[in-house]
């Protein structure tokens, strides 16, 4: 099984800045993808940036440029810097992660999420 734990959440005022991170472990061979997804009251969880482990990134149109996700290969954890918070940026930020469990003679695919992180963006 792989754990996901976000932190890093918080109350911040529009255009403020916060860091959240998400720190993997448990049995795994290699994590693949890994991203935070956020979920607003009332809304569908939607993508919010994700890396690769080769470093490759990816946001939604709405946080690029404020919003930066970085990733510690040792560490198993990914980062989400973000500046120039809105209020409509508030919502529970969750980190999700993609990869193979087992070894290398034989894995399997594995996706998990972590139990969420409350962002309110507010002044």
């Known amino acids: 099984q792989v754990q996901l734990v976000e932190s890093g959440g918080g109350l911040v005022r529009p255009g403020g800045s916060l860091r959240l991170s998400c720190a993997a472990s448990?049995?795994?061979?290699?994590?693949?993808?890994m991203g935070w997804y956020r979920q607003a009251p009332g809304k569908q969880r939607e993508l919010v940036a994700t890396?690769?482990?080769?470093?490759?990134?990816h946001y939604a149109d709405s946080v690029k440029g404020r919003f930066t996700i970085s990733r510690d290969n040792a560490k198993n954890t990914i980062y989400l810097q973000m500046n120039s918070l809105k209020p409509e940026d508030t919502a529970v930020y969750f980190c999700n992660a993609e990869g193979r469990r087992g070894n290398i003679f034989v894995n399997f695919p594995f996706g998990s999420w972590g139990q969420g992180t409350q962002v309110t963006v507010s002044s």
């Open positions: 448990g049995s795994f061979f290699r994590i693949d993808d």
């Open positions: 890396i690769t482990s080769s470093g490759s990134t």
